[in-house]
Structures are given as structure tokens and as C-alpha cells.
């Protein structure tokens, strides 16, 4: 049975919540609800043309998906934020290793056989996704939080900023899919007698975001006079950094911008269509210089939507999983109803649909919208247990 502690007096709780950095919470919880956006997408109003390509694309479809690039690195980068705070608040370094190595790895278990099972419905094949790289990336931290800031610092920028060097890797092989766990565009790993590995986070650029959160994690305890400006300064210059090397195509992307013959609109969206696997050094400037301005002005943030967001970003991985259950249960009961069995949308192809699907972005969004409203009182109500209580294994949901 799990044994418990007493849940601490009502001014501790208080003083715990206080001591939470209300930009992380807040960020967070936009780009989580944004995410939902995206997976929504892919099991109720997937459509016959590739959301990014600007060639046939509507651009409320290419919108529909490029809003939501922003998710995966803003939570990876906070992810490494929250370790840095969540390390200050330890009194021994080898108590924040083991966390982090417990940690990683029921991430990546849960990747593994909850997540993938809540996605397919079943087994089909092994999907590595964006859990799956930061459980990895918390087992490197066990031995990388040792190290100085300063070389992490490096480290963190030698990976956003040089990984556009290594090549692709292409067939993969027995002896080369380690490098391909590292950096490669998504590959199919045959791993008998289990099921195919889908690899699409390849573990080192995500690490290296990662890393750039927790090195500069001690920011957010600077008062606010001098933590705005550096956070401006830097999405700043990630995003002169973007449009310059982007105007340019020489480095940082595998795909070139170009000029549109449908109109100045979609080659805007062409000069925006960056890569997100592995993520492009300018998809990584783009994202994560957005993320930093809104950081610089969700601290004082005082709205009834900034409060609402906050509770999503202060449950992250509670919402996570109950977001993909709630759009993958409800997607296999409307296809079962709609076409009388049940239709996983997001693993089969096109030419396996139903005849009478149609796509509907307005489903999209619709649903979208009700399944936020739903996950906000599960939410509010686990972060007011977790407020309340100190449950061990809290920390690993």
C-alpha cells in the first residue's frame, strides 16, 4: 500500500503555491491547450492534403497546424526550467539525480505502454514521441546537472545551433539506428519480436533544448525588473537570428523557403514553414523566441483566461494524459456511430477512410473547444489535491 505523509497546514500549502513562477505556469498551460489543437486535428478532421504543404493548403489549415509547432519545444524548454527550480529547492544533488532518473525512465514506460495504447488502440507498432524524449532527456541530466552552467551553456548551444550539420541517416541499419536515436528525420525501426518502432523525436536536438531551459532556469528567480529584460532581450534575438538565416536559406533548415505562384500569403507561409523532426535550428529560434516574450509578461498576468491556464500548466502531465484519453475515446465512439465501426484516423491512410468522411475544420474546432472546457474541472480539481496533500508518487503525475 502507498504510504503517505500529512498533508502540511493550510499556510505551507499557501507558501508552496506562492513559491511557483506564475510565467512557466501560464506559458505552459497555453501551449498545452494549444496541443490538444493538433491531436484533435489528426482523430476528427484529418484531410487529403499535408497541413504544411503550401502548395495545396488553405491557409486556416496550414494555421491549424503550425500554431500548434509551438508546443513541443516550449514544453520541453520549461521542462528543463522546472528542473532547475525543482533542483534549488533540493538540499543534495545525488536526491535530484535519482528523481530525474526514476523519472525519465516511467516516462519513457508510459510512453512506451499507456500512451501508445491511448493513441492506437492497441499495439501496431511503438510510437516514440515527445515523452518519450524527455524521460531520455531527464536520464542524461543525471549526470549532466554535475557539470558546470557554463559548459552546459555551451553544450545547450552547440546542439540548437550545430546539429543542422549532421547528415541524415538513410537506410537505417542495426549498426547505425543508435546515431538515428540522436538525430534523424522519423524512421520505422524494426525491433522483433515486438512491434516496429516509430521514431519521431530523435533524443539529442530535444536535449539540447532542454538543457537551454535548466541553464536558464536561476532567471526566474531574479525579481522581475531584471528578469524582463533578459527575457525580452533573448526572444529578441533568437527572432532576428530566425529571419535573418531564414531570408537567406543558408543554414538552419532542410527545407528552403520560396517564392508562392498562389500569392503573397502562402509565401509568407512558405518563409514560416520551418522543420520540427528533428527541429530545425530555426524552427527552434522561432518557437522558443516566441515562448520567451510571452514569458517576459505572463508573471503579472492577472486575467481570468492567464488563471485558467495556469491551473492546466501547474498539472502538465495529469492533462496530458487525460486530453489524449478523452480525444481518442470520443473519436472511436463518434467514428463508431458515424460509420458504424471505429476508425483510428491517425494510422491509416487516406485510402482507407470511410466514403462518406468528409473533413471539417469547424469539427475540429469545435471539439477542440468542448474538450478544453471539459479538462478544466479534472485539472482544478487534481491541482487542488496536489496543493493538499503530499503523496510521493504526486511528483510522477
Not at 498533508?7 to 496541443?35: E, H, K, N
Not at 528543463?80 to 545525488?94: A, D, F, N
Not at 546542439?159 to 546515431?179: C, F, K, Q, R, Y
Not at 500569403?265 to 516574450?293: D, Q, R
Amino acid at each position: 500500500m502507498l504510504q503517505s505523509v500529512a498533508p502540511p497546514p493550510l499556510s505551507a500549502s499557501s507558501q508552496a503555491v506562492s513559491s511557483r513562477v506564475q510565467a512557466v505556469d501560464v506559458v505552459r498551460g497555453l501551449v498545452m491547450v494549444i496541443m490538444a489543437l493538433d491531436h484533435i486535428r489528426e482523430f476528427w478532421t484529418p484531410t487529403f492534403v499535408r497541413p504544411e504543404d503550401v502548395t495545396q493548403a488553405s491557409g486556416l489549415l496550414f494555421f491549424t497546424r503550425w500554431i500548434t509547432h509551438f508546443c513541443a519545444p516550449t514544453f520541453v524548454f520549461l521542462s528543463g526550467v522546472s528542473i532547475w527550480l525543482y533542483q534549488r529547492k533540493q538540499p543534495k544533488r545525488p536526491a535530484v539525480s535519482r528523481f530525474l532518473l526514476t523519472r525519465g525512465l516511467w516516462l519513457v514506460l508510459l510512453e512506451l505502454v499507456v500512451i501508445n495504447f491511448i493513441l492506437q488502440w492497441g499495439y501496431n507498432l511503438l510510437l516514440l514521441q515527445v515523452i518519450w524524449a524527455i524521460g531520455w532527456g531527464m536520464v542524461l541530466l543525471v549526470a549532466l546537472i554535475w557539470l558546470p552552467r557554463g559548459v552546459l551553456a555551451v553544450l545547450a548551444a552547440v546542439i540548437v545551433a550545430g546539429h543542422n550539420l549532421l547528415p541524415i541517416i538513410e537506410p537505417i541499419t542495426a549498426s547505425n539506428a543508435g546515431w538515428a536515436l540522436l538525430h534523424n528525420t522519423p524512421f520505422v525501426l524494426p525491433v522483433a519480436p515486438l512491434p516496429p518502432f516509430l521514431v519521431a523525436y530523435s533524443v539529442g536536438p530535444w536535449l539540447g533544448v532542454m538543457l537551454a531551459g535548466y541553464v536558464i532556469g536561476p532567471w526566474f528567480q531574479l525579481p522581475l525588473p531584471q528578469r524582463t529584460p533578459l527575457l525580452r532581450r533573448a526572444g529578441v534575438a533568437l527572432l532576428v537570428v530566425f529571419v535573418a538565416l531564414r531570408a537567406t536559406n543558408w543554414y538552419g533548415d532542410l527545407a528552403p523557403w520560396s517564392v508562392q505562384p498562389r500569392g503573397w500569403l502562402y509565401t509568407v507561409l512558405s518563409f514560416v514553414n520551418i522543420t520540427k523532426y528533428p527541429p530545425s535550428l530555426l524552427f527552434l529560434c522561432l518557437t522558443l523566441g516566441v515562448a520567451l516574450l510571452l514569458l517576459s509578461v505572463a508573471e503579472t498576468a492577472t486575467s481570468r483566461p492567464s488563471r485558467w491556464l495556469r491551473t492546466f500548466g501547474q498539472v502538465p502531465f495529469f492533462y496530458y494524459l487525460l486530453h489524449l484519453l478523452l480525444i481518442s475515446a470520443s473519436a472511436w465512439v463518434w467514428t463508431y456511430l458515424a460509420f458504424g465501426h471505429p476508425v483510428n484516423f491517425s494510422f491509416i491512410t487516406s485510402k482507407d477512410w470511410p466514403a462518406t468522411y468528409k473533413p471539417s475544420l469547424l469539427r475540429g474546432y469545435e471539439v477542440w473547444l468542448g474538450v478544453v472546457l471539459v479538462l478544466y474541472w479534472p485539472c482544478r480539481w487534481y491541482q487542488r489535491f496536489r496543493q493538499t496533500h503530499a503523496y510521493w508518487w504526486l511528483s510522477y503525475l
